[in-house]
């Protein structure tokens, strides 16, 4: 997806959606941090989220929107149509400016932050093996302010329209199982349907979900 494509969703009198431009970068790393803290990628710190995001704008498979209001940006998603080609081309690429990017990080807590950035270097989006020609969506954040407002679910439309597009067939991500309800609730009531469950971690399980794009969608759907 080029960086300059100006095609837009939503409407001018409330928040609309736009593919993602360099300039976004800080608003979407900030968001990042508010949806995520305490996530492993928070303590990688901002110059590798910079990094990460600026790889789904560059990369050609890359999917990189934001929805943008009155205010600016308040929220974003991001993913993938190529998500095992997408994150070996990045590292291959890249490799340099994310060590640099977690090199603070890596200094104040070497053992701990370190094993969560080899676990970030070795990601490969966990595609489930049954679903061929699928969209990683990698995440999606909202602004607090802007939590309720139905702009995660114009960012979740917005995004899986995109995937179709490029002749992407699913779209799937991983979420926390525990203590993760809201999250898990919005996910189903925008499509998706559990796939699978997995332990990622020693305590940590994780849930797959999958959205057909050929499936008529809720009317109902959750918002965020």
């Not at 998500?83 to 977690?102: D, I, Q, S």
């Not at 559990?194 to 797959?208: A, I, V, Y």
Request: glycine share 10%; with cysteine.
């Amino acid at each position: 997806m080029s960086v300059g494509e100006e095609n837009r969703s939503g409407t001018d009198s409330g928040p609309y959606v736009v593919c993602a431009q360099l300039s976004h970068l800080d608003p979407i790393v900030q968001i990042h941090l508010a949806a995520f803290e305490g996530f492993f990628l928070e303590t990688l710190g901002k110059r590798f989220l910079k990094e990460l995001y600026l790889g789904f704008l560059v990369e050609p498979s890359g999917i990189c929107l934001v929805a943008i209001d009155g205010k600016g940006v308040v929220g974003f998603v991001a993913g993938t149509t190529e998500p095992e080609g997408f994150f070996r081309r990045l590292l291959r690429r890249r490799w340099h400016a994310f060590v640099l990017a977690g090199a603070a990080s890596l200094t104040l807590h070497p053992i701990r932050v370190g094993k969560k950035f080899l676990r970030a270097l070795r990601y490969r989006g966990e595609r489930p093996a049954d679903v061929p020609n699928a969209t990683l969506l990698s995440s999606v954040g909202v602004v607090p302010s802007g939590i309720g407002r139905g702009i995660g679910k114009m960012l979740i439309s917005a995004f899986c329209e995109r995937a179709q597009l490029s002749g992407t067939s699913t779209v799937f991500l991983t979420t926390d199982r525990d203590r993760n309800d809201a999250v898990n609730q919005f996910y189903l009531l925008n499509g998706f349907k559990l796939h699978s469950s997995f332990l990622k971690e020693r305590t940590r399980w994780m849930n797959l979900y999958t959205r057909s794009l050929s499936d008529a969608q809720p009317a109902n759907q959750g918002e965020l």
